[in-house]
């Protein structure tokens, strides 16, 4: 199938993925005067005296902004904020159509930090929680933490920790698949952008000690000059302890685990045959990913995992944000923890039992409808657990 010239004929012919429809029935004088005015009068002035009663008086308690300023559109780079609206509107569907949760797309005519920041901070009365989507990096980890600072629903950039979230789900059954134990694993993490970073991050949280991080000046360490940025930096501190130097052949070879998040065809056969028996790929890049699967098999890996559908093993976001967000938004959280996220992780992982887990089945489907349940009653346990949850 041309998937291009098809989804263009799509969009054209729907003008648009989503639409609103009442939840009332609007026949007659009374309808009209219980839903507006002058019935409507009541709910407001409930709300204006406790603003927590939005949650129970507005559909505010299932609603998701999904926030972009088109910079980091797919692989598509910068293409601007409405240009970027296809692909919001396709997320808000996956929110409804796996979640069960409302979700408005936002398109913010800024690249300034601050003045995206105050945007969001000034509609988000209207919402129950904020998914940030397709801003670049570096300026997605401070628009994110200073939402965080001055918000009080849940705010999650889905780029880095939905791809996190199901990245470490999959590691947690390559690693029961392959024989091997969290803490004894060399993981080397290529391309520490957005999403990058926060794997890196969860999986040291996850008790992993010996992670390398590669970019495409090679291996990060303190000491190093080249390309070196605040974020890079932080890195630099928590990661690599044995204090390697070089390229990505010097950090692969006898690495346990390999987690790609940057560009095609840089992991070659003879990297993975460096590695330690049965090694683990994540090749994530999209749409050609660091390896093919095939040529990683023929090398010997024992796990590969790519972001494409037409492969075995997808690294797909749709297993995380909906169960993710359902949860935070049935606990009223506050926010979305550390503590929420690996939960997700060991749901998601959770799924796939004995007789299901195998080399090419380490995750499971996006359809599988075991995911949504098990995923947002993980979350909202955590949430309670952690004290965020307003319930």
Not at 314 to 325: A, E, H, K, T
Request: aromatic content about 4%; glycine content about 10%.
């Amino acid at each position: 199938m041309d998937y291009a010239q098809k989804a263009l004929e799509l969009h054209a012919e729907l003008h648009g993925k989503l639409e609103i429809k009442s939840r009332v029935s609007l026949k007659d004088k009374e309808d009209l005067a219980l839903a507006y005015t002058p019935g409507v009068a009541q709910p407001c002035l409930e709300i204006q005296k406790d603003a927590g009663k939005s949650y129970e008086l507005t559909r505010r308690w299932n609603t998701v902004a999904v926030v972009t300023d088109g910079t980091a559109v797919l692989g598509l780079g910068d293409i601007g904020p409405e240009a970027g609206m296809p692909v919001m509107e396709g997320k808000c569907i996956l929110f409804k159509e796996f979640g069960g949760v409302d979700a408005i797309p936002l398109c913010v005519r800024s690249k300034d930090v601050d003045e995206i920041v105050r945007t969001v901070q000034l509609l988000a009365g209207s919402f129950g929680g904020i998914n940030l989507e397709d801003i670049s990096s570096p300026r997605c980890f401070e628009i994110e933490e200073k939402l965080k600072a001055v918000c009080d629903i849940p705010v999650f950039h889905d780029d880095q920790h939905g791809t996190a979230v199901v990245v470490t789900a999959a590691l947690i059954n390559a690693v029961k698949l392959t024989g091997r134990k969290m803490e004894d694993l060399k993981v080397v993490q290529n391309g520490p952008g957005a999403a990058g970073t926060a794997i890196i991050k969860m999986l040291l949280g996850l008790g992993i000690k010996d992670i390398v991080a590669v970019d495409s000046k090679g291996i990060i360490y303190p000491e190093r000059t080249a390309g070196m940025t605040e974020q890079k930096k932080a890195l630099a501190e928590i990661t690599n302890p044995r204090h390697l130097t070089g390229d990505l052949k010097a950090a692969v070879e006898g690495a346990d685990v390999f987690v790609g998040t940057s560009i095609p065809g840089c992991l070659t056969k003879d990297m993975i045959r460096s590695m330690n028996k049965d090694p683990i790929i994540f090749a994530c890049a999209n749409p050609t990913p660091e390896i093919y699967p095939e040529e990683a098999m023929e090398a010997g890996a024992a796990v590969i995992c790519t972001g494409r559908s037409d492969f075995p093993n997808q690294v797909n976001n749709v297993l995380v944000f909906p169960g993710l967000f359902r949860g935070a938004l049935d606990a009223r959280a506050s926010q979305i923890t550390e503590n929420m996220k690996v939960a997700a992780a060991r749901a998601i992982a959770g799924i796939m039992g004995e007789g299901e887990l195998d080399a090419g089945h380490i995750l499971p489907s996006i359809f599988d409808e075991r995911v949504l349940p098990a995923v947002s009653a993980a979350v909202m346990e955590a949430a309670k657990k952690d004290g965020v949850s307003r319930l």
